[in-house]
């Protein structure tokens, strides 16, 4: 994911800051008769930059401050370029044997497995081996040779993800798991949670696009990005409190070779990127869910990614390879196009 959501802010918010790797916390005192105040949290964490803002009680920057260690505990476990992390050992004793894990990690790659499931492999954290080829996991982006690819297809397999209690093991030697396009998503939504148990009434998390509020009857109003670039949105999407969004699109990694787009959203059954769509968004009451089965949904294509979003009642937008907008049933009246 990215930033692929742009979002009218409801909170007190007066000021924006960004501030690198450092946490700022910003506290704005609201009139005199309004008992709570406003507090935001900006860091860049996960590869993407993440900020939290709620409006609660004093004492609201311990809240936030805790939702943000959420955020940097899970990267330590998640993050592939991290050798300590807690997926670089599984994806090191890939052939070799199990990898005792936390119950955060068991839990993502659990729930990244019965997205696999539902969506017919077109969501699989296995893709690592050749995300990694060409280049979107360290960043050097490069365009692998065609029969590297067909060998390392082979080691592109959910169902070679075996589990035994607390331990987790890859059953063929050079197997590489990548949490990518789950991570976020798992972790907003433990934010998420967290929040709630702390009664915080109003909030919103935003990892980078992957987005969940919280409210009492509120209404969320988010942009999606345009993925041509010609104007920042190509619409408005109405979001009630509680409810998830992400957005995978094709304009967030790539590079140009030889006159063709390659971006990072590969089909983990070609291992080349995935050519049907330009950006799906997908809304949900999980942002696990949203993330995961946006990428699925883009790798399926317009027209089986539709009928899977619809299968399993999630909400979606999805601009097609050709640029039309094409909006679920269960979003007509959430979802206004620009110029509408």
Known sequence: MSSACYVSRRLKIYLSVIAGVSVIF?????????????????????????????EGPRGGEDIINNGMKIFQNLQDKFDVNLDTSEVSKINASSGLGPVEVSDDTLDVIKSSIEFSEISDGAFDITIGVITKEWGFTGGKYRLPEDKVIRELLKLVDYKNIDISDSKVELKKRGMYLDLG????????????????????????????????????????????????????????????????????????????????????L???????????????????????????????????????????????????????????????????????????
């Not at 008992?35 to 590869?47: G, H, I």
């Not at 109003?202 to 969320?220: H, L």
């Not at 990005?225 to 979001?239: A, C, W």
Request: glycine share 10%.
């Open 181 to 264: 396009g789950i991570a976020k998503g798992y972790t907003v939504d433990k934010v998420y949670d967290f929040l709630k148990s702390k009664n915080i009434k109003e909030a919103i998390i935003d990892a980078g696009g992957t987005i969940r509020t919280i409210g009492t009857g509120k209404v969320w109003k988010i942009g999606i990005k345009d993925p041509d670039g010609r104007r920042d949105v190509i619409g408005i999407l109405s979001l009630e409190s509680g409810l998830a969004v992400a957005t995978s699109g094709d304009y967030e990694r790539y590079f140009v070779e030889n006159g063709v787009r390659y971006h990072h």
């Open 26 to 54: 910003i506290l704005f005192y609201g009139y005199s008769n309004v008992k709570t105040y406003n507090f935001k949290a900006t860091t860049f964490v996960m590869d993407t930059l993440v900020s939290i803002e709620i």
């Open 266 to 340: 590969l089909d983990p059954r070609t291992g080349y990127p995935a050519n049907l769509c330009r950006s799906v968004t997908v809304v949900s009451d999980s942002a696990a869910e949203s993330d995961a089965l946006s990428t699925a949904i883009f790798v399926l294509g317009p027209e089986k990614g539709l009928e899977l979003a619809e299968r399993l009642g999630l909400g979606t937008v999805i601009v097609d390879k050709y640029g039309n907008i094409i909006v679920s049933d269960n979003l007509s009246k959430e979802f206004v196009r620009y110029g509408d």
